[in-house]
């Protein structure tokens, strides 16, 4: 914008300064011809009373005088024939101020005065003044010198000028790109200070208005969310109490400890939910014992179900830069699709290993494979969320890893959730 109008300003200072510039420089042209035409009037005006009654030794003389007083070719054309002073050929002009009229013409040298002398007794003479073509410019190429540099710096002063007001009305506008940048970083806290002209001061306060609304907005669907998360809490309630009627203790704790689960992970959803910012300290957790846990808890439906778990962990602790409720929504999600998209019966693998600085979980199954764009949030083919594996993919990138999918060795799917170590030492 600061070039655009620049560009502006600058287009119309030159073409205003030609319009007055141009005219202004051919009248300092024509007042230069103007006034050395008049001094070569005058003094060939001087020199009227001599030709009309002197003799020709005293025109001579003066003439002589004239032409080295003025620097300017003088010649004095008699009725006789004789040329005193400067001896040129006759000219139309000459010719035609022997009739007895006197005129200014123009010449190759220059221009040429030319007056006619009556009241000899031998006829008309003929004065002739030639003012050579310097001395009508003189001075002229100076004043055309004074006039551009004065336009250089008329326009220079508009430029700066329009620079200054360019800078008014950028700030702001640059100021309004900074908090919208800020705004879609999710930096909701983010104010624009209203400045500029007073349309720009209306789409400052637009801008406020708008942050201040998605706050709100925010904040609503946190308390919805928080509000929904609860009121799992009382079929968690019955669950539990059923549970704890079971004749069998073994199929009671089972079921207490997944209740447990499912009522820590509602707790961390409803934590979530409410939270306004990021958490001030790095997350971290340990892969080994997360993953260790939750094998353990779907082993029993894997048992149940006739499929074959082949366990490949290696011990911890295996630190990774990622909270524990996340973590653990993970390989929930990552186990939940094993038995969700493979039939009863299919085998698969669970490796846990650390490899080039990261902590890599990788999860095969002999099934029939993933779909195309299994990854992509909201992805299924099989009727569910599609949640589950851009669950993990987020996770992977908050501890600066990521989430590939394979074909499997022995056919079905391969998941590998990398996942890069804390961003501190003490959260190790």
Known sequence: MRARLALLVAAVSVLTLIAFLVPLALLVRTVAEDRATVRATADAQSLVPVVGTADAATIRLTVEQLAAESGRPVSVFLPDGTVLGAQTPRTPAVALAARGQSLTGESAAGREVVIAVQGRSDGTG????????????????RAWLVLAL??????????????????????????????????????????????????????AGALNHLATRI?????????????????????????????????????????????DGLERAVTGLIRQARWRHAPAQPASSDAAAIVADR??????????????????????????????????????????????????????????????????????????????????????????????????????????????LRAGPRGGAQVLLRLGPPTSPQDA
């Open 126 to 141: 003929v004065i002739r003044i030639a003012v050579p073509q310097h001395e009508l410019t003189a001075g002229v190429t």
């Open 215 to 259: 706050q709100v907005l925010l904040v609503q669907e946190r308390e919805q969310v928080a509000d929904l998360s609860h009121q799992l809490r009382t079929p968690l309630t019955a669950l539990r109490l059923e549970a704890e009627s079971l004749r069998d203790p073994d199929d009671a704790a089972r079921i207490t400890a997944a209740a």
């Open 295 to 404: 094998v353990a808890f779907w082993s029993v439906l894997a048992e149940d179900t006739g499929r074959v778990v082949t366990l490949d962990l290696t011990p911890g602790p295996l630190p990774v830069g990622v909270a524990v409720d996340n973590l653990t929504a993970a390989v929930d999600a990552l186990l939940g699709n094993v038995f969700a998209h493979t039939p009863d019966g299919t085998p698969f693998a669970v490796r846990l290993a650390r490899e080039a600085g990261e902590v890599v979980l990788t999860v095969a199954d002999e099934g029939p494979g993933m779909p195309a764009g299994a990854i992509r949030r909201g992805a299924s083919a099989a009727g569910s969320t599609g949640l589950g594996l851009d669950i993990a993919r987020r996770a992977a990138q908050a501890a600066g890893g990521r989430l590939e």
């Open 150 to 203: 004065l336009g250089v710096i008329l326009v220079l002063i508009g430029l700066l000028v329009a620079d200054r007001l360019a800078r008014t009305l950028v700030r702001p506008i640059n100021d309004l790109s900074a908090v919208s940048h800020r705004l879609a970083n999710a930096e909701l806290d983010a104010r624009v200070t209203p400045a500029g002209p007073p349309e720009l001061r209306e789409v």
